[in-house]
């Protein structure tokens, strides 16, 4: 199984709302990314968990909050959002962290805030 | 930060060979150089990975000179469903940022 699976494809969101955004994969990978990607433009690295640990943090405002439960799974919280956050959110898996190894993308899930 | 240029867009004809240049002037000394294909509403997909000189995989070529601030990526022969969005990937020298270039859109045309 070389697929990373993220729920759901869609969100629409008030910017009171909370939600969060699943990302899963069962390759057995131990580094995990998020990425958000505005239209015509290039992912952008949001956060990094390496072996269940967060390594990176791009300076990420707090209202994103990310969490990572196990070595399979990769939890976006989303709280108190703005309308410029609307995004694809991309999921993304690698053996271990480090541009050396090949990184295997989900779908994304395409927020919308109101 | 490093700034990693590529062309906005390019067009070619079914069959051709496409070549596509990344430049990435603050690459971190030891990282490797990722060409990744994104298509419409998909996440990105991994091309080809390499470290200097040439590398070549069933799909594609890249090429790195010496100094390794620049790459090519050489797609053989494209089809119209080579049309996409093509991304360099490289993690920059100062903070060690993982950092896509802007992107090229490939069209191929009949």
């Known amino acids: 199984d070389t697929e990373v699976t993220q729920t759901p494809k869609h969100l629409v969101m008030g910017m009171t709302n909370k939600k969060s955004l699943k990302c899963e994969q069962h390759m057995g990978h131990r580094a995990m990314y998020w990425y958000k990607q505005k239209a015509k433009k290039p992912p952008e690295l949001m956060f990094v968990y390496s072996y269940e640990k967060l390594s990176i943090n791009e300076s990420v405002p707090s209202r994103f909050s990310p969490e990572c439960p196990n070595s399979s799974l990769l939890n976006l919280h989303l709280h108190a959002l703005q309308p410029e956050d609307s995004a694809l959110y991309l999921c993304a898996s690698s053996q271990r962290q480090g541009n050396y190894n090949e990184q295997f993308f989900g779908p994304g899930t395409r927020l919308t805030v109101l | 930060l490093a700034k990693t240029t590529q062309p906005i867009s390019m067009d070619s004809y079914e069959g051709q060979e496409v070549n596509i240049t990344c430049s990435h002037n603050n690459i971190a000394t030891n990282d490797y150089i990722t060409w990744y294909q994104q298509f419409p509403s998909q996440g990105p997909r991994f091309i080809i990975q390499g470290y200097k000189t040439k590398v070549t995989n069933e799909v594609a070529s890249l090429f790195i000179p010496a100094d390794r601030k620049s790459s090519t990526l050489s797609l053989p022969r494209v089809s119209l469903s080579d049309t996409a969005v093509y991304y360099c990937?490289?993690?920059?020298?100062?903070?060690?940022?993982?950092?896509f270039g802007a992107g090229t859109i490939l069209r191929v045309k009949s």
């Open positions: 990937l490289v993690q920059d020298r100062d903070g060690n940022k993982l950092v």
